[in-house]
């Protein structure tokens, strides 16, 4: 991450992006927003892991930033590795992507008490029921 900060730049195939414990501090900004930056410039980015889920883990404007940040990019793939009773707002947006082919949700992330009510809400977007695939969370890409 710290080429990342100073400029230099990777050029990553698959990102992750973990947001163990919710911080919030003008150093974790800075690094999100270096990091949404090189969005545009990580051509080889194809498999993106996409932090944020349902109950809400920050703020709604730090997921919507996320999520329009990558509509710049080339990404191929989001894995979604959170706990959903429903799609949240930001989620939806992401199937404006317009390089996005697979929007892949994570079992045993998808709560099977809401799992009928999830893809019914997914299956009412046409562009997300294109795009959604459900997959066991150790299934390697």
């Known amino acids: 991450m710290?080429?990342?900060?100073?400029?230099?730049?990777?050029?990553?195939?698959?990102?992750i992006v973990l947001n163990p414990s919710n911080l919030k501090n003008k150093q974790v900004d800075s690094l999100a927003k270096r990091m949404y930056e090189c969005f545009r410039s990580w051509d080889k980015m194809r498999i993106f892991g996409y932090p944020y889920g349902y109950p809400i883990d920050l703020s709604d404007l730090r997921q919507e930033k996320m999520s329009e940040a990558l509509r710049e990019s080339q990404v191929h793939t989001i894995i979604l590795h959170s706990s959903f009773t429903r799609i949240p707002r930001h989620i939806l947006s992401l199937?404006?992507?317009?390089?996005?082919?697979?929007?892949?949700?994570?079992?045993?992330?998808?709560?099977?008490?809401?799992?009928?009510?999830?893809?019914?809400?997914?299956?009412?977007?046409?562009r997300l029921k294109k795009l959604a695939e459900y997959t066991k969370l150790w299934q390697v890409l």
């Open 2 to 15: 710290i080429d990342i900060i100073y400029g230099n730049c990777c050029n990553p195939h698959r990102v």
């Open 95 to 126: 199937g404006e992507i317009h390089s996005l082919e697979v929007l892949r949700f994570q079992r045993p992330f998808i709560d099977p008490r809401f799992c009928d009510s999830l893809v019914s809400q997914i299956d009412s977007e046409p």
